[in-house]
T-cell receptor
Framework: GENVEQHPSTLSVQEGDSAVIKCTYS??????FPWYKQELGKGPQLIID?????GEKKDQRIAVTLNKTAKHFSLHITETQPEDSAVYFC?????????????FGKGTTLSVSS | SAVISQKPSRDICQRGTSLTIQCQVD?????MFWYRQQPGQSLTLIAT?????????ESGFVIDKFPISRPNLTFSTLTVSNMSPEDSSIYLC????????FGSGTRLTVV
């Protein structure tokens, strides 16, 4: 079945450094790739997403890149801050049908120390 | 984006009992989904809640264990039936409106 692999599972950086999280997906029909941030006791919050017709998208300190040929996408956070500490999940749509659900990676626990 | 209210936020239940979780959205949405997040794990799709018809369940999840209702375009319920400690998880409602939005979840502990 469809699968999303996410690496690393944990990531520790110093404040101000960059953080990169990588995901690969198996379903070549997937066309939507969101990233979520989940803080303790809360539901996942969408931080950025990208569609298959775009190679890169940026929103302030956060960027996502997509390589459809290789079926992988990455989250880049620059100038990290302690409040960026959370669990980050990548996801891919199940196929390319409208309204399909998401398949999630296993998550990356990011710790930013000051 | 849509605002989701999920109730209860947490509960501790006895094994063998059932719990119904409610998901209320502040706007009409076509697609609603239910996910399970086991402790320290990722999100796993349980089912897609279809308005006016039976839910579509993922492999490993069955209607008898997780009955779902979707009476209108703003509301859905998920029932966790005949609970065992293995059902202890966070249960999350999600809707598709532009992007996918999640509720804050229901933290269920079965003792």
């Amino acid at each position: 079945g469809e699968n999303v692999e996410q690496h690393p599972s944990t990531l520790s950086v110093q404040e101000g450094d960059s953080a990169v999280i990588k995901c690969t997906y198996s379903d070549s029909a997937s066309n939507y790739f969101p990233w979520y941030k989940q803080e303790l006791g809360k539901g996942p919050q969408l931080i950025i997403d990208i569609r298959s017709n775009v190679g890169e998208k940026k929103d302030q300190r956060i960027a996502v890149t997509l390589n459809k040929t290789a079926k992988h996408f990455s989250l880049h956070i620059t100038e990290t801050q302690p409040e960026d500490s959370a669990v980050y999940f990548c996801a891919a749509s199940k196929g390319n049908q409208a309204g399909t659900a998401l398949i999630f990676g296993k998550g990356t626990t990011l710790s930013v120390s000051s | 984006s849509a605002v989701i209210s999920q109730k209860p936020s947490r509960d501790i239940c006895q094994r063998g009992t059932s719990l119904t979780i409610q998901c209320q959205v502040d706007s009409q949405v076509t697609m609603m989904f239910w996910y399970r997040q086991q402790p320290g794990q990722s999100l796993t799709l349980i089912a897609t809640a279809n308005q006016g018809s039976e839910a579509t369940y993922e492999s490993g999840f069955v209607i008898d264990k997780f009955p779902i209702s979707r009476p209108n375009l703003t509301f859905s319920t998920l029932t966790v039936s005949n609970m065992s400690p293995e059902d202890s998880s966070i249960y999350l409602c999600s809707v598709l409106e532009g992007g996918y939005t999640f509720g804050s979840g229901t933290r269920l502990t079965v003792v």
